[in-house]
């Protein structure tokens, strides 16, 4: 099964970088982003390996060294996150550049009442995903996961937290926050979870086609919308430039579960709908998608 590894970096990295940025600035940290990427791609070669292995699906007539070339553009693109994540926690979000597709589905679904569950995948930056809508004044429940090994990512959860945006925590091996995240969905609000990575084996999961190869992949999402009545807006933040982004919004997907026997096939179905959607994307933005470990079942 394809689970979620330990993520590139530790929590004293990415406090000496930010300590750097406070400093010395953005031109500083991009700077030495350079130095710091090829550190992890010549000394991490199993996460290049597996990065390569990615792209020699999406386009298998891709010879090594052109893999190895978009391996390497995965890696400089990731740490353009790291910047840029460094302005927002800096409260300096505003000097993003936005623009936005499909924004109006989420307006307008904040001003009905109406719930939505908001489709998040490691492809782009989902983070200043989150900071589109907020600049837009619509409200969101984040569901993120709690893990023990996640070191950086709980310092950008305490982050959001200050922020005052909504989190759902839950523990690692545990289902979503099911009643909690109903409840919230019930009232109207919009609800974002991660729907592309598994973060541990017990986590329930159902299986998709992704470039022709099977993957297994979180069941809750389709849960919590089938449960809540609410449908699944896949959403995104792209990277277009030094500090612009795209922030994109799919047409909802209504989500029906059927009877309880049925209840696996329509969420896989339902998934499936999902990743149909995820790959064109993916073509559009090949070296934004930053799952770093072999994402699809051995």
């Known amino acids: 099964m394809a689970v979620s590894k330990k993520p590139v970096g530790s929590k004293l990295g990415y406090r000496i970088l930010g300590w750097c940025y406070r400093v010395f600035g953005y031109g500083f940290v991009a700077f030495w982003a350079v130095f710091i990427v090829l550190f992890y791609f010549l000394f991490k070669p199993s996460v290049v390996a597996s990065s390569m292995r990615f792209y020699a699906a999406l386009h298998p007539e891709a010879g090594r060294f052109a893999r190895w070339r978009m391996a390497w553009r995965q890696f400089r693109s990731?740490?353009?996150?790291?910047?840029?994540?460094f302005l927002i926690e800096n409260g300096q979000a505003?000097?993003?550049e936005l623009t936005h597709d499909g924004l109006?589905?989420?307006?307008?679904?904040?001003?009905?009442?109406?719930?939505?569950?908001?489709?998040?995948?490691?492809l782009g930056n989902w983070e200043v995903a989150v900071h589109c809508l907020k600049r837009y004044d619509v409200p969101i429940t984040l569901v993120l996961a709690r893990l023990v090994d996640e070191r950086i990512e709980a310092l950008q959860k305490a982050m959001l937290a200050q922020r005052r945006i909504k989190v759902v925590l839950v523990e690692e091996g545990g289902e979503l926050g099911v009643v909690e995240v109903i409840r919230a969905l019930r009232d109207g609000e919009l609800v974002a979870v991660s729907?592309?990575?598994?973060y541990s084996e017990q986590q329930r999961s159902v299986e998709v086609e992704l470039f022709g190869k099977r993957c297994p992949v979180p069941s809750g999402p389709y849960l919590l919308a089938g449960l809540a009545g609410a449908p699944i807006v896949p959403i995104f933040g792209f990277r277009t430039g030094k500090l612009a982004y795209r922030f994109v919004a799919l047409e909802p997907q209504e989500v029906i579960l059927g009877k309880r026997g049925e209840r696996e096939e329509s969420i896989r179905r339902q998934?499936?709908?999902?990743?149909?959607?995820?790959?064109?994307?993916?073509?559009?933005?090949?070296?934004?998608?930053?799952?770093?470990?072999?994402?699809?079942?051995?």
Do not use: K
């Open 271 to 298: 998934a499936q709908a999902c990743f149909d959607r995820l790959d064109p994307m993916i073509r559009s933005y090949p070296e934004q998608w930053y799952n770093f470990f072999d994402y699809w079942e051995a």
């Open 104 to 122: 109006e589905t989420l307006v307008g679904a904040v001003e009905e009442g109406r719930p939505l569950v908001l489709w998040m995948s490691h």
């Open 78 to 85: 990731f740490s353009t996150v790291f910047m840029d994540r």
């Open 195 to 198: 729907g592309d990575r598994l």
């Open 94 to 96: 505003d000097e993003f």
